[in-house]
């Protein structure tokens, strides 16, 4: 009697503590590019991915620490990882003008 139906309680499962389930690598494009940042950015590069807490946003940070860019694919994903101390980085692949290709992959 009382209580909620077995459906609405919640799973009491812990996340894993290793990084195999935060293995990632992804090709995407950066959003939101700034050039100002990007312009210290070459092909081949490695970029530092950290998570805002107060925009939610993931971004991606040039070797002086400036925002080149932000993800916006795979966000949920990487962000829950990063929590759980999993670290990422951003190779740069590709740069043309603004449009910076990034290979996203687990440290």
């Avoid at 009697?1 to 992804?26: I, N, R, V």
Wanted: with cysteine; proline share 3%; hydrophobic share 40%.
């Amino acid at each position: 009697m009382g209580g909620f139906p077995e459906f609405f309680k919640l799973s009491a499962t812990p996340l894993s503590d290793t990084s195999k389930d935060c293995h990632c690598s992804s090709l995407t494009t950066l959003a939101s590019p700034d050039m100002e940042a990007l312009s210290d950015v070459e092909v081949g590069d490695i970029l530092k991915i950290v998570g805002s807490k107060a925009t939610l946003a993931l971004n991606v940070l040039n070797k002086e620490e400036k925002i080149c860019g932000s993800i916006i694919t795979s966000i949920n994903r990487i962000r829950t990882c990063i929590d759980q101390g999993v670290e990422f980085e951003a190779k740069v692949m590709a740069l043309n003008g603004a449009e910076c290709q990034v290979l996203i992959q687990n440290v």
